[in-house]
């Protein structure tokens, strides 16, 4: 539940915070805990934009009592000792994003969580942050427009800690979950309580679309109706073309590739690039997810040097019986298993770090039918999660869109000037 007033007044703090949210994890695959997930999710109406009356006794019958179950397997074949693996790869990318923008200001960064609250040491900063997100990002500052992002100023960098004191934190990075623990709300609310005042919140998903990004900002909306203290707030639309990433995706790829040799395209191997399907009465509506989606897929297809005959691109995890974007993935892999392809590696864009749509629905589930049907090898190639190249392409896109809020943290402090 989203967390009503919070009383500190961080207005003039020059602290920063950054919060990433996911889609959300329940708290452990046993079927209570993922009844309770579910209901949360699913009662979203834009998740399922059927009128409450109607969809409600369906949510509570059909969707708790059978769709549960098998849901609940299916996260309890794919689950780590340490947890739910979304919940893991988000805590592990925001540490690692933490330790990237502490190099960036030169001064403490601090990751704020249930299992952190410790700062990433201070490092030299570096020179020039553009090289972080690829060449050729124009200069736009923090707004951005679809799918795309501004240059950092390399004069932005700071030089020094300033505003904050000594050893003090000089931005907060933070995750949450959509739906699920921690929640956006007891997050947000408890950033505003140690005194940050400034926050920018990143929905983790690259493409925009009214069924992910959108939830997000009516979660953050829903808390400052809340809040007598509203603090100061950006967030990040999408980053569908953002060089950074596109460069980082491509590395993920090779990174595969050395390990396991490159697919023998000539010979009739293939590259898949898998997103999550949304229906297509959203899109009818104006979503521009399949757009922004192609858009990635064309860049990375230019990156590669592969035409979309050697990389195909698709949709996944299709729910209920709409019509949902095509091709569908696991349609695709089962074709390419009867044509005989004796290879097929398949990448993930869309999700941030891995979870249940990419271990579970891609690494068993598309295997075992791409195999069934007389495909030889799939290969799953990990999403970005902490990979190093995605987390300088991370840190160079939220150093951007907290530009002017970070000029605090570069100047002396003016009471110190004047003796006051």
């Not at 990375?300 to 005959?309: A, D, I, K, Q, Y």
């Not at 939220?398 to 003016?414: I, K, N």
Request: charged fraction near 20%; charge should be negative; proline fraction near 8%.
């Amino acid at each position: 539940m989203l967390s009503d007033a919070v009383e500190a007044d961080s207005s003039d703090s020059p602290t920063v915070g950054v919060v990433l949210v996911n889609l959300g994890t329940p708290d452990e695959p046993a079927l209570p805990a993922v009844r309770r997930y579910l209901r949360e999710f699913l009662s979203d109406r834009r998740i399922v934009n059927l009128p409450p009356l109607f969809w409600k006794p369906i949510l509570e019958t059909h969707i708790m009592y059978g769709h549960a179950r098998l849901s609940a397997a299916k996260y309890a074949s794919v689950w780590y000792e340490s947890g739910s693996p979304l919940l893991v790869h988000t805590r592990e990318q925001a540490a690692a994003l933490a330790a990237r923008l502490s190099e960036l200001a030169g001064c403490p960064v601090e990751l704020s969580g249930a299992e952190s609250g410790s700062a990433a040491p201070a490092a030299a900063p570096l020179g020039n942050i553009n090289s972080l997100s690829g060449a050729g990002s124009p200069a736009d500052g923090p707004a951005a427009g679809p799918g795309q992002t501004g240059a950092a100023d390399p004069s932005a960098v700071p030089s020094r800690p300033g505003g904050a004191a000594a050893g003090q934190p000089a931005l907060t990075v933070a995750y949450a979950m959509r739906y699920g623990n921690p929640s956006l709300g007891s997050v947000l609310a408890g950033l505003q309580a140690a005194g940050i005042g400034k926050l920018l919140i990143v929905p983790m998903y690259p493409q925009y679309s009214t069924t992910t990004t959108a939830t997000v900002i009516d979660a953050l909306s829903s808390y400052l109706g809340r809040a007598q203290n509203h603090p100061e707030t950006r967030w990040i639309r999408s980053w569908a073309a953002d060089p950074g990433y596109i460069e980082a995706l491509a590395q993920r790829i090779e990174a595969s590739w050395a390990e396991r040799g490159r697919p023998d395209f000539a010979r009739g191997d293939k590259l898949l690039l898998s997103f999550h399907g949304i229906p297509v009465s959203v899109t009818a509506g104006g979503d521009p997810y399949p757009k922004e989606c192609e858009t990635t897929a064309d860049l990375l297809r230019e990156r590669l040097g592969l035409g979309p005959e050697h990389c195909l691109m698709t949709y996944q995890s299709k729910f209920g019986h709409g019509e949902w974007l095509t091709p569908a993935t696991i349609e695709t892999v089962g074709k390419l298993g009867e044509l005989g392809v004796a290879r097929l590696d398949v990448c993930c864009p869309g999700f941030a770090v891995d979870c249940l749509e990419t271990l579970e629905e891609i690494g068993l589930l598309n295997r075992d039918e791409f195999e069934r049907r007389g495909g030889g090898q799939l290969v799953r190639i990990p999403c970005l999660n902490d990979f190093g190249p995605w987390i300088d392409a991370l840190a160079a896109l939220v150093w951007r869109h907290v530009a002017g809020w970070t000029d605090a943290l570069t100047q002396p402090d003016p009471r110190r000037r004047t003796g006051l």
